[in-house]
């Protein structure tokens, strides 16, 4: 096998954890300041600093980088972990605007935002709950 038939993940592709931190920074600074977004801030916490670490070791994870989430909390079991939250199409939208907007800010390669957006835009979808 050469080096070059070695996949290349999407966390390298997008440029690693400097990346994936700044990401969720940007996500969640449009979270907090968007009015479309109020939707889905509502259902924070006041301060998002908790949050904000544990989507950083997903995403990390779930991109292909170091296992940081799994040890810490398990099998993401997203949907079990927020059915006490009503999501349904306005919730998984505002989401997606956060991201999408971050994602523009963040991911230069955009090949890899567009491969990224289509799998969050199915995680998304798939976490709806409610009509």
Known sequence: MTSTDVTTSMFERIGGSATIETLVDRFYQRMDTLPEAKIIRAMHADDLGLITGVLKR???????????????????????????????????????????????????????????????????DWMRNRQ
């Open 58 to 124: 997903y995403l990390t994870e779930w991109t292909g980088g170091p296992k940081l989430y799994t040890p810490e909390k398990g099998h993401p079991r997203l949907r079990q972990r927020h059915i006490g939250f009503a999501i349904g199409d306005a919730e998984r939208d505002a989401w997606m605007l956060c991201m999408r907007g971050a994602m523009e800010e963040t991911i230069a390669d955009s090949a890899a935002r567009q491969e990224l957006d289509k799998a969050i835009s199915g995680l998304a």
